[in-house]
Antibody, heavy 126, light 107 residues
Framework: QVHLVQSGAEVKKPGASVKISCKASGYTFTTYYMHWVRQAPGQGPEWLAMINPSGDITTYSQKFQVRITVTRDTSTSTVYMELSSLRSGDTAVYYC???????????????????WGQGTLVTVSS | DIQLTQSPTFLSASVGDRVTITCRASQGISNFVAWYQQKPGKAPKFLIYDVSILQSGVPSRFSGSGSGTEFTLTISSLQPEDFATYYCQQLNSYPFTFGPGTKVDIK
């Protein structure tokens, strides 16, 4: 069965960076996208970024473009998300989530995000 | 960015009730709509994608419909385990935004 296991909770000071890992198992790692989503306390989810199956294309929300980096290590089936210049508003639970697509003639006709990691709480506080 | 609104924000219902949640998009999102269920302290659970396709293992009392900018999630007969918050998401264009959520509570 599919499992996404994330690294543990982090406490960071404003201005610092955080790097979260997401280790995948139970499926062929190189055939699915990986998305990152965060959820601030009491708020709805917010999509941050995704990386394609081969790991050579990343897509970032413009809101985070300048301070987010997503990478993947195929040898360990692990995806990483690093967020820099942290501020108090970045306090949230961060999730990785597996994504799939169906294409037809090179065009995406179906897209979904199915399995989610357990979440990593990042607290930004001075 | 595409904005999603959900109505109602809060819904009080009884076991066995039929429940409908509406998701409206600020512009057309084709068929790229998904729905999730979330319980406190847990990750969202994937229910439906492509407007109406149920994820494997999701009970058939859940269904999705809609087109263009208006979409609905229906629970035909609410069960005790269905009390949760439900979110829609559009995957038509970046960023893949979520709705603000609808909390379904016990009447």
């Amino acid at each position: 069965q599919v499992h996404l296991v994330q690294s543990g909770a982090e406490v960071k000071k404003p201005g610092a960076s955080v790097k979260i890992s997401c280790k995948a198992s139970g499926y062929t790692f190189t055939t699915y996208y990986m998305h990152w989503v965060r959820q601030a306390p009491g708020q709805g989810p917010e999509w941050l970024a995704m990386i394609n199956p081969s790991g050579d294309i990343t897509t970032y929300s413009q809101k985070f473009q300048v301070r987010i980096t997503v990478t993947r290590d195929t040898s360990t089936s692990t995806v990483y998300m690093e967020l820099s210049s942290l501020r108090s508003g970045d306090t949230a639970v961060y999730y990785c989530a597996r994504g799939g697509v169906i294409t037809f003639g090179g065009v995406v006709v179906k897209r979904w995000i199915d399995y989610w990691g357990q979440g990593t709480l990042v607290t930004v506080s001075s | 960015d595409i904005q999603l609104t959900q109505s109602p924000t809060f819904l009080s219902a009884s076991v066995g009730d039929r429940v409908t949640i509406t998701c409206r998009a600020s512009q057309g999102i084709s068929n790229f709509v998904a729905w999730y269920q979330q319980k406190p302290g847990k990750a969202p659970k994937f229910l439906i994608y492509d407007v109406s396709i149920l994820q494997s293992g999701v009970p058939s009392r859940f269904s999705g419909s809609g087109s263009g900018t208006e979409f609905t999630l229906t629970i035909s007969s609410l069960q005790p385990e269905d009390f949760a918050t439900y979110y829609c998401q559009q995957l038509n264009s970046y960023p893949f935004t979520f709705g603000p959520g609808t909390k379904v509570d016990i009447k």
